[in-house]
């Protein structure tokens, strides 16, 4: 059995390019989440996907997208990126229902410098 | 506004002591969960606990313990015999289960063990 991956390890761009990170989920495991760990910070959780479809957001702006495909692996795209996207970014997947509070289990992260 | 609170950035247990780690939250909601998650230097973060908030007994797992305290809305993680390999930060977070899915970590505490 396979854990949570992530590519790249480490990614850097410019203010206001375009990026997609991607997350390769356990096997079995249905559901994604995606978090934003800034420097000495928590995590901050941008969004969960089930069954391809978001099924719970936090506090980021649209320029933060993401898919889920048949196979539940997932990519979060960032649009116009800016200085504070600076961060570490987590992948979370988990098996059943999403909410019912199931172990995620975490990728080792895509750190992310903005320039 | 939902939040959760860990109010000390740093703390420090002797090998084979007992430290305890506080979490306080806030919440409008009768149905959630909250978790205690581990992330080792330079490792990925991995789930120590996790308490179901309709469930008055409080979780353990091996060495790590919770004190759930709805009412006051606190959850404390006790690491007793603590061992070298407990050093990382550890974060407090809580699951909305009700609606669209929402995940809030702390802050983070860093443990520090010291032989």
């Known amino acids: 059995e396979t854990g949570v991956t992530q590519s790249p390890t480490h990614l850097i761009k410019t203010r206001g390019q375009q990026v997609t990170l991607r997350c390769s989920s356990q096997s079995g495991h249905n559901t994604v989440s995606w978090y934003q760990q800034a420097l000495g910070q928590g995590p901050q959780f941008i969004f969960q996907?089930?069954?391809?479809?978001?099924?719970g957001r936090g506090n980021f702006p649209p320029r933060f997208s993401g898919l889920q495909f048949p196979n539940y692996s997932s990519e979060l795209n960032v649009n116009a990126l800016e200085l504070d996207d600076s961060a570490l970014y987590l992948c979370?997947?988990?098996?059943?229902?999403?909410?019912?509070?199931?172990?995620?289990?975490f990728g080792p992260g895509t750190r992310l410098l903005v320039l | 506004a939902q939040t959760v609170t860990q109010s000390q950035p740093e703390m420090s247990v002797q090998e084979a002591e007992t430290v305890t780690l506080s979490c306080t939250y806030d919440t409008s909601e009768s149905d959630y969960y909250l978790f205690w998650y581990k992330q080792p230097p330079s490792r990925q973060m991995i789930l120590v606990i996790r308490q179901e908030a309709y469930k008055q007994q409080n979780a353990t797992e091996n060495r790590f313990s919770v004190n759930f305290q709805k009412a006051a809305k606190s959850f404390s993680l006790k690491i007793s015999d603590s061992q070298l390999g407990d050093a990382a930060m550890y974060f407090c977070?809580?699951?909305?289960?009700?609606?669209?899915?929402?995940?809030?970590f702390g802050t983070g505490t860093r443990l520090k063990v010291l032989a």
């Open positions: 977070a809580y699951l909305i289960s009700s609606g669209t899915y929402k995940y809030i």
């Open positions: 979370a997947s988990s098996s059943g229902l999403a909410g019912a509070g199931e172990t995620q289990y």
């Open positions: 996907y089930y069954r391809e479809e978001e099924n």
